[in-house]
């Protein structure tokens, strides 16, 4: 049997650190709430793929969190930025052997643990796998080789990412998953479907910070 990794590569939940571009509309705290559901979710779908789970910390590994040892092996991500970050964590499980291995974020609603495990079954068929974000990145990337040049010379956190990781597999075999969103500062209808798990008075305030920033969509 192919041995098969998910890599989780997550932000440790601090006020002001995570989903800053969704927390320059809503607020810190408000972005901080979001973001907490958002790796509830996370952790919930991936319970249910079928491969060893590797949740990569930004900061300091937690214990006791939402990541339960019994299901994720949990290690630090490293390097100077996002590419050599996650370029280190691909290598780090193809040296341990695994053979196709699977990176996500932590903050998309809309994914599934059918859509990681659809992908593991397409490793085996393509030389890459690539789910499309709206926004001009990729919410996931499966490979079964690494391959460091896919995390060098990009501008990380733009729309341009997506588009220079496809040219540099160019010469290689890519299946293109559906497109998905994550939530982020002009995703506002995402951020009322998640409005039942939370309190009052964190959807009264969520909704007051849309009325002035989303007048538009309240129409």
Same mark, same amino acid.
């Given at each position: 049997?192919?041995?098969? *990794? ?15 571009? =969704? ?7 408000? *972005? ?13 779908? /991936? ?28 290690? =630090? ?10 370029? #280190? ?57 690494? #391959?460091?040049?896919?995390?060098? #010379? ?17 010469? /290689? ?6 497109? =998905? ?15 039942? #798990? ?20 309240? /129409?």
């Amino acid at each position: 049997m192919t041995k098969c *990794a998910l890599i989780i590569f997550t932000r440790n939940p601090e006020l002001g650190k995570c989903k800053t571009r =969704l927390a320059k509309v809503v607020g810190d705290k408000s *972005a901080l709430k979001i973001y907490k559901y958002l790796l509830q979710h996370t952790a919930n779908i /991936s319970k249910d793929v079928d491969a060893d789970r590797f949740v990569f910390y930004s900061e300091s590994i937690q214990d006791n969190d939402i990541w339960d040892d019994s299901f994720f092996n949990k290690k =630090l991500q490293y390097g100077n930025d996002l590419g050599e970050r996650m370029q #280190n964590a691909f290598q780090q499980l193809f040296d341990s052997n695994y053979k196709n291995v699977i990176i996500i974020g932590s903050d998309l609603l809309d994914l599934n643990s059918a859509i990681i495990n659809k992908t593991f079954s397409l490793i085996n068929e393509y030389d890459a796998v690539i789910g499309p974000a709206k926004d001009g990145g990729y919410y996931l990337l499966g490979l079964k080789a690494a #391959n460091p040049k896919l995390f060098k #010379n990009k501008v990380w956190g733009t729309e341009t990412v997506r588009r220079d990781t496809l040219n540099d597999l160019k010469n /290689s075999t890519v299946f293109t998953l559906d497109e =998905l969103n994550d939530i982020d500062k002009n995703d506002c209808t995402n951020i009322r479907s998640i409005y039942d #798990n939370f309190t009052l008075d964190d959807c009264i305030m969520i909704k007051n910070i849309e009325k002035n920033k989303f007048n538009e969509l309240e /129409s």
